[in-house]
């Protein structure tokens, strides 16, 4: 079984910028696809920007926070992080970690090729 982590959530106002982090303690991030997801209140969970294994890191992202968001790796640390810039208000949600068994699973960046996941780290853009 797989435990993974978020951290980072804040309270931001409009505007401003947020970096979330995922590790998995004692589990190679570099070999999987991993993404972040958010959920809404209300609202189903979508995939927000998701990343292949470390020999490619191929990127997806959710057409919404295209030039906003970047996802990245650092082998080093065994993270994967999302740094956030411009928020705004509809960015709001609880936002979690995925991690995909499935070689493509970061293309479609969908939670159902998503196996294991964190328990969320909250996100509030608010003025």
């Known amino acids: 079984q797989v435990e993974l982590v978020e951290s980072g959530g804040n309270m931001v106002q409009p505007g401003g910028s947020l970096r979330l982090s995922c590790e998995a303690p004692g589990f190679i991030l570099d070999y999987y696809s991993i993404g972040w997801f958010r959920q809404a209140p209300g609202k189903e969970r979508e995939g927000v920007a998701c990343?292949?294994?470390?020999?490619?890191?191929?990127?997806y992202y959710l057409e919404r926070v295209k030039g906003r968001f970047i996802i990245s790796r650092d082998s080093a640390n065994n993270t994967v992080s999302l740094q956030m810039s411009s928020l705004k208000p509809e960015d709001t949600a609880l936002y979690y970690c995925g991690m995909s068994t499935s070689g493509d699973g970061w293309s479609r960046c969908r939670v159902s090729d998503f196996k294991f996941w964190g328990q969320g780290t909250q996100v509030a853009v608010s003025s």
């Open positions: 990343i292949s294994d470390s020999r490619t890191r191929y990127t």
